[in-house]
């Protein structure tokens, strides 16, 4: 089992991301994948997740990133990703997806201006 992040990188206030995260070894379309992060001193934070769903799956988010983040995810692909929008300098972190109790390496998410 394998999760690979990337996307991450500097981006300004205001400014949008996408993440993904490329699963392999196993049968992606039947779990649940989650994201979470971890800003530098702070423990490491739910961001949300989506369901194993037929129909693209379900979406839960903390309320910190209700209405600017979107998980969404390509069963196809064995993909899912992190759409970020409005990105504010709190949500600088280090970003992980997670599934079938394998969490990534990481993708470092900085914003600053």
Known sequence: VQLVESGGGL?????S???SCAASGFTFSAYALTWYRQAPGKGRELVGYITRGGDGGR????????GR???SRDNAKNMAYLQMNSLKP?????YYCYALGVLG???????SS
């Open 105 to 111: 390496q990481g993708t470092q998410v900085t914003v």
């Open 17 to 19: 991301l996408r993440l």
């Open 90 to 94: 709190e949500d600088t972190a280090v």
């Open 59 to 66: 979406t839960t988010y903390v309320d910190s990133v209700k």
């Open 11 to 15: 981006v300004q206030p205001r400014g």
């Open 69 to 71: 983040f979107t998980i």
